[in-house]
């Protein structure tokens, strides 16, 4: 069966550090992948996505995320954390049709 | 600009008092989602519809349905709520089934 782990359910980081989210899928076919940011009390804004071809995808509000086939991975990075990016942060893979989200890791920024 | 709406974004009702939460679309979308999201948890998928064909996630319980009268609306009806069915409600849309889906802001129910 597809699903999706976020093993950090809470990461704390200071600003201006980068930030790496982890997210593992199991899939059987080529998964289409998705991040999306949930801020308190609204909906959720996708980041970024990966159909296929190149690996590394950029994204909005200076996020990136790399595909791992050998390791089922689809981490979330970003070099320089803002106090804005503290948030809930969903990993997803489509299935057939519909999206698997894993649980979430909630981001908290320090000054 | 607002491209998926939801309405209201607050939303009381009484236990056992049934409570419609209404999606609308700019987007022309083929898809539209039904999303129950209890706090700290993932959005749970209630159900979908795929132009008209509806489809129901399995432990989706018999208190929630779901109508979409055309491509730029669809309801969420909770026909006797519960203290348990206490949560925010998102809709999403997508082009087709697989594709990246946009979201709501979400209605936050509350049940007293």
């Known amino acids: 069966a597809q699903s999706v782990t976020q093993p950090d359910i809470h990461i704390t980081v200071s600003e201006g550090a980068s930030l790496e989210l982890r997210c593992n899928y199991s899939y059987g076919a080529t998964p289409y992948l998705f991040w999306y940011v949930q801020s308190p009390g609204q909906g959720l804004q996708l980041l970024l996505k990966?159909?296929?071809?190149?690996?590394l995808v950029q994204g909005i509000k200076g996020f990136e995320a790399e595909f791992k086939r050998s390791q089922s991975s689809f981490n979330l990075r970003k070099p320089s954390v803002h106090w804005s990016d503290a948030a809930e942060y969903f990993c997803a893979v489509g299935s057939t049709d519909k999206l698997i989200f894993g649980t979430g890791t909630r981001l908290q920024v320090f000054p | 600009d607002a491209m998926v709406i939801q309405n209201p974004r607050y939303q009381v009702t009484q236990f056992g008092k049934p409570v419609t939460l209404s999606c609308s679309q700019t987007?022309?979308?083929?898809?539209m989602y039904w999303y129950q999201q209890k706090s700290s948890q993932a959005p749970k998928l209630l159900f979908h519809?795929?132009?008209?064909?509806?489809?129901n996630e399995a432990d989706t319980p018999d208190n929630f349905q779901s109508r979409r009268p055309n491509t730029s609306f669809c309801f969420l009806d909770i026909r006797s709520p519960g203290l348990g069915d206490a949560a925010m409600y998102l809709c999403?849309?997508?082009?087709?089934?697989?594709?990246?889906?946009?979201f709501g802001p979400g209605t936050r129910l509350t049940v007293t």
């Open positions: 990966y159909f296929s071809g190149d690996t």
């Open positions: 987007l022309n979308h083929n898809v």
């Open positions: 519809y795929y132009d008209k064909d509806f489809n």
């Open positions: 999403a849309t997508s082009r087709g089934s697989v594709d990246e889906q946009y």
